[in-house]
């Protein structure tokens, strides 16, 4: 399922690759966003994830939670 979800993400998006966010960030602690119940429409609720990062609104959708990241992100 994992995989097949990052396949279809990555054909749709032609030849972009998904970002590893431990490149550049501690690992997401999936726990305490879970229980803040953490989407993409609520991140920057406690971050300033918008200025620094554009999301492509093709693949990400506002009601995403935390652990669906994980899907294509590390
Ligand atoms: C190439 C490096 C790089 C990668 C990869 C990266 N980020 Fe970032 N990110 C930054 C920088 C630089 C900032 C702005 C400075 C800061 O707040 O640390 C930032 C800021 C953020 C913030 C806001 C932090 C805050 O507390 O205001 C969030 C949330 C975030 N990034 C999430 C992600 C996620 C999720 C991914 C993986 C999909 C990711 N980033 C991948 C460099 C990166
Ligand atoms: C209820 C507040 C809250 C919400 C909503 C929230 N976070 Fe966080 N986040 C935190 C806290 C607290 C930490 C741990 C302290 C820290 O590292 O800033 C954290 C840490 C992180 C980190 C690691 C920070 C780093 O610079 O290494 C990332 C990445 C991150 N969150 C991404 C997200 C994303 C993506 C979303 C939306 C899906 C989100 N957060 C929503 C509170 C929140
Ligand atoms: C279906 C696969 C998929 C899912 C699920 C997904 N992403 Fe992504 N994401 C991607 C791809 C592919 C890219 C890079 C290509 C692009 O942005 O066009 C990306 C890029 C990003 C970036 C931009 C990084 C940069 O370079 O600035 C951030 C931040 C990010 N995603 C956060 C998230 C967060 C937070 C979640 C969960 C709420 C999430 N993504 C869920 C596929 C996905």
């Keep these: 399922?994992?995989?097949l979800t990052m396949i279809a993400a990555l054909?749709?998006?032609?030849?972009?690759?998904?970002?590893?966010?431990?490149?550049?960030?501690?690992?997401?602690d999936v726990a305490v966003h879970t229980?803040?119940?953490?989407?993409?429409?609520?991140?920057?609720?406690?971050?300033?994830?918008g200025s620094a990062h554009e999301l492509d609104m093709e693949l990400h959708m506002p009601d995403m939670s935390i652990t669906e990241c994980a899907?294509?992100?590390e």
């Design 71 to 73: 899907d294509c992100h």
């Design 35 to 49: 229980e803040a119940e953490a989407t993409l429409a609520t991140c920057n609720d406690c971050h300033d994830m």
């Design 11 to 28: 054909a749709f998006a032609g030849s972009a690759m998904a970002v590893d966010c431990t490149d550049c960030h501690e690992k997401i």
């Design 1 to 3: 399922m994992k995989y």
